[in-house]
């Protein structure tokens, strides 16, 4: 190239830096060559139409609409992948059933379960005349019901063959639908995702041979086996049941079985130390709330109330605590909550220390977490049957199975409210020579502090509802009345005694939460 050409290349150069606007479009359409990796110019377009106005704008990828799924797939979106799958799975099972498929196959199923009932009600009939029974007229009677219901299957098969043009017509015009959707609303979905990669560049861009492969593996695999199994539903049996092995079932339950049998012979001691614990925790509770005079812990907790949440709710508390009284039931409400009050202490001893470590290492939280999860998905009945193993029944194991329910969230929320401390002001601290204790109780914890309230708050409301579980492996309390009330259908045994337990909710509630701005 001559100096000259090279001299007016540089001043075009030089010129398109200068300009903001030419300097704009050129970044823009780089960004999206990467985002799209092939026919950018033409989404680059299509983009700019989309972002021009406010109100949808109606756009057709000619692509999107016949690819369906796979466009969708090739370029990462999944969410809609899937659900234009299932849709789409449902439009050609219509189509091939209704070319194809045995429409009547129900019908035909019942009519030959009748065909045999006839025949067997005839030879029936055929017996009784030869002995000459008295029964004649209710064999023949029978015999014309049958009929009847013979008629009635043989008008559904021809209905449900003359339906055969109906279901077609169906399924093709909701494919044709689903096709016109996935074509308007491609360029929209693309270009709301594009704006999301650029301010986070960990979503997936472009296209790759794996999200393709992965994409006609999802279509040739889904689509083939759902038009089989509805249009063919006998010739490939193992699609309706699970192919299973009753040994392998066997099996399992013995060595769980065979597991748990060597936790118990050789942690018998660890067993009797945790129970011992909290029986010490619930003896001490007890004393308080069941074996102290009522008067004594009546105004305790009125004035415990109004202490931390003020007059008028030490006023409700009051009401509250004559309801449960009046109706009979002091005794029972004061032994739900030492239960409450023993699993609630453990849970909140252990939750919010082990909160604050995991807050600052995270990987100690990465193995928390699966393990909380495991505790607050796991349905109560299936870990009640491990605890009542170990520790029997009775109310240590009420105790521990109301830990295992509603001990996770003052971990979670400790860690939440500990994330939350801005690091400015950590930072500030930590520069003026704080030490780990002083940040961690000047700081840490009085920023965080809603949030662990937040926790301890939840985790006694979620404990109290383990009230009536708890009932069913021996402990005593509201649980028993409810439980009672639920066997024998008394409505107003159980209304009195779920009131009581929504009225302790409500004064742990407030005292927990302290006095508030709004009252």
């Known amino acids: 190239m001559s100096w000259k050409g090279q001299n007016s290349l540089n001043n075009a150069n030089l010129k398109e830096s200068r300009d903001p606007s030419v300097r704009d479009a050129v970044t823009q359409k780089g960004l999206t060559e990467t985002f799209i990796g092939s026919n950018s110019t033409y989404y680059e377009e299509q983009f700019r139409l989309i972002g021009s106005t406010s109100t949808f704008t109606f756009t057709f990828n000619v692509f999107a609409a016949l690819l369906g799924p796979i466009w969708f797939g090739l370029r990462g979106i999944w969410n809609w992948a899937f659900a234009f799958v299932i849709f789409e799975a449902f439009a050609f099972v219509q189509i091939i059933r209704g070319m194809f498929g045995d429409l009547a196959i129900d019908e035909r199923g019942r009519l030959m379960t009748v065909v045999k009932q006839i025949s067997l009600r005839q030879d029936q009939l055929k017996s009784a005349i030869q ?18 219901i013979l008629d009635e299957l043989k008008m559904d098969i021809v209905a449900a063959e003359d339906s055969r043009i109906w279901i077609i017509l169906v399924g093709i015009g909701m494919l044709l639908l689903i096709k016109f959707i996935q074509g308007v609303l491609a360029n929209t979905i693309l270009e709301r ?37 509805y249009t063919f539903p006998t010739l490939l049996p193992d699609l309706t049941e699970f192919p299973t ?84 039931l002091w005794d029972k409400a004061m032994i739900s909550l030492a239960l409450l009050g023993a699993a609630a202490c453990i849970s909140i001893c252990v939750g ?123 402990a005593k309390g509201l ?41």
């Open 131 to 148: 002995k000459g029974s008295d029964d004649l007229g209710a064999f023949e009677r029978n015999i014309r019901s049958l009929q009847g």
């Open 479 to 519: 649980g028993e009345d409810v439980l009672e009330a639920l066997q024998y259908a008394s409505v107003g045994q159980g209304m009195l005694s779920g009131f009581a337990i929504l009225f302790l909710a409500t004064i742990l509630d407030r005292i927990i939460q302290g006095k508030r701005k709004d009252t």
């Open 245 to 328: 092995d009753k040994n392998i079932r066997l099996t399992s339950i013995e060595w769980i079985e065979v597991f748990f049998d060597y936790i118990i012979y050789h942690g018998q001691y660890a067993f009797d130390g945790i129970a011992s614990g909290i029986r010490w925790v619930l003896d001490g509770l007890d004393i308080f709330l069941v074996k102290t005079p009522w008067v004594v812990t009546f105004l305790s907790i009125i004035i415990l109330t109004g202490l931390s949440a003020g007059p008028r709710a030490a006023l409700w508390t009051s009401t509250f605590l004559i309801y449960i009284g009046l109706v009979g």
């Open 352 to 474: 919010i220390p082990l909160g604050l470590y995991c807050a600052r290492r995270p990987k100690v939280y990465n193995l928390v977490r699966p393990i909380m999860d495991l505790m607050q998905t796991m349905p109560a009945f299936v870990y009640m049957i491990p605890v009542i193993a170990f520790f029997g029944t009775g109310k240590v194991s009420a105790v521990i199975i109301t830990i295992i329910f509603g001990g996770t969230p003052v971990v979670r929320l400790t860690v939440l409210g500990m994330r939350g401390v801005p690091d400015s002001i950590r930072e500030a601290v930590i520069a003026f020579g704080a030490s780990k204790w002083y940040l961690l109780t000047k700081v840490d914890l009085p920023l965080a502090a809603p949030s662990i309230r937040a926790g301890v708050n939840q985790t006694i409301l979620l404990s109290l509802a383990t009230v009536v579980l708890a009932s069913l492996i021996g």
């Open 193 to 229: 995702w594009y704006f999301l990669w650029l301010s986070d560049r960990t979503i997936t861009s472009g296209t790759s041979l794996y999200r393709l492969l992965l994409s006609l593996l999802l279509v040739f695999s889904i689509y083939p086996i759902c038009v089989l199994h």
